[in-house]
């Protein structure tokens, strides 16, 4: 089973390659759209690169308004490949 | 001789640039006007800006520009962006029916917002992605091309190249043509009102195809292939 610290390395190694933000900027509490200025369509390439990089279907579950920050993404993550692996 | 150069281009030619855009939009106003026809706005915008573009080679150390050729139809144009000049600098191809995408506060700038408005651009801020498809449709109907600077504002001079332009050339199926804009952002940078003397050059490159670029993340790669070959023609020419 994936734990939670290979999710957020993962997650923030693809969010890096694929949207060019450094390791300062990828804190937990950063505001998806605040903090790392991520627009609509930003959001639904990043959920095809998650899907990409972990192998799960993110985007039926997966709800923009209440994915705020980095750290509810990882969540989010992490509950969707616990509950696949059951 | 760098200071008295300085105090010339912001105070004679920086002048001249907004009598220009003042001037001009109130006397053209009332044909505008009574025409009401946007494709005439943007052919007025057109010669405003040629003018400006002008005003920018005086104050220059020298302006060049390579065109590649242009693609037969409408295309998406995509450029980098760090000065608020570079609105400007994209006439110096000779497109002269273009509609922008761009920030909101620029459409409540006095005069400027009233002939955006006029001239059709869409206010990226204010517009839905579907409306703003929509939008494009039409005015590539017109057979405009239209101009977007993925970057999304002139902070961050190497700023990552959003992807909704090239998401809005695969979705109308419309080449993209890159262009580079070398010098305005040491000739007037963001949040600067003194405008120094720079050696401007202006670049398009061929045209890419969103067909060369398939898959649910097409426009993405596509956003990061135009910004590496904008970005690495700016870097060459800022080391010279």
């Known amino acids: 089973m994936i734990t939670r610290e290979e999710i957020i390395k993962q997650t923030n190694e693809a969010l890096k390659k694929e949207f060019e933000f450094t390791d300062e900027q990828l804190v937990p509490s950063a505001h998806l759209k605040e903090d790392l200025g991520l627009d609509s369509l930003d959001a639904v390439d990043m959920v095809v690169v998650l899907e990409q990089k972990f192998g799960v279907t993110l985007r039926q579950g997966y709800d923009w308004r209440s994915i705020a920050t980095l750290n509810d993404l990882y969540n989010f993550i992490e509950k969707l490949a616990h509950t696949s692996n059951q | 001789m760098e200071r008295l150069r300085i105090c010339f281009n912001t105070v004679f030619l920086g002048g001249t640039a907004l009598v220009w855009l003042a001037v001009s939009t109130l006397l053209a106003a009332p044909f505008l006007l009574i025409l009401r026809r946007d494709s005439a706005v943007r052919k007025f915008v057109y010669i405003q800006s040629r003018g400006i573009v ?20 409408s295309c998406v144009i995509v450029a980098n962006h760090a000065s608020a000049l570079d609105l400007y600098t994209i006439s110096a191809f000779g497109f002269d029916n ?24 869409i206010d990226a801020e204010k517009t839905s992605p579907q409306k703003m498809l929509d939008l494009c449709k039409k005015a590539v109907e017109k057979g405009c091309d239209v101009v977007l600077f993925p970057q999304g504002s002139r902070k961050d001079p190497y700023a990552r190249f959003k992807s909704g332009a090239f998401y809005l050339a695969e979705q109308l199926q419309l080449p993209v043509l890159p262009v580079a804009i070398v010098g305005t952002q040491k000739m007037l940078p963001a949040g600067e009102w003194k405008i120094k003397p720079a050696r401007i050059k202006l670049k398009s490159f061929p045209v890419m195809s969103p067909k060369d670029y398939t898959g649910e993340l097409g426009h993405l790669r596509m956003a990061q292939d135009v910004k590496k070959q904008i970005m690495d023609f700016v870097n060459k020419e800022n080391e010279k």
């Open chain 2, 54 to 73: 002008f005003l920018i080679r005086l104050a220059s150390k020298g302006l060049r520009v390579e065109k590649a050729p242009r693609p037969e139809g």
């Open chain 2, 98 to 121: 273009v509609i922008y995408v761009t920030k909101g506060w620029v459409f409540r700038l006095p005069f400027f917002g009233y002939v955006m408005n006029a001239a059709g651009y």
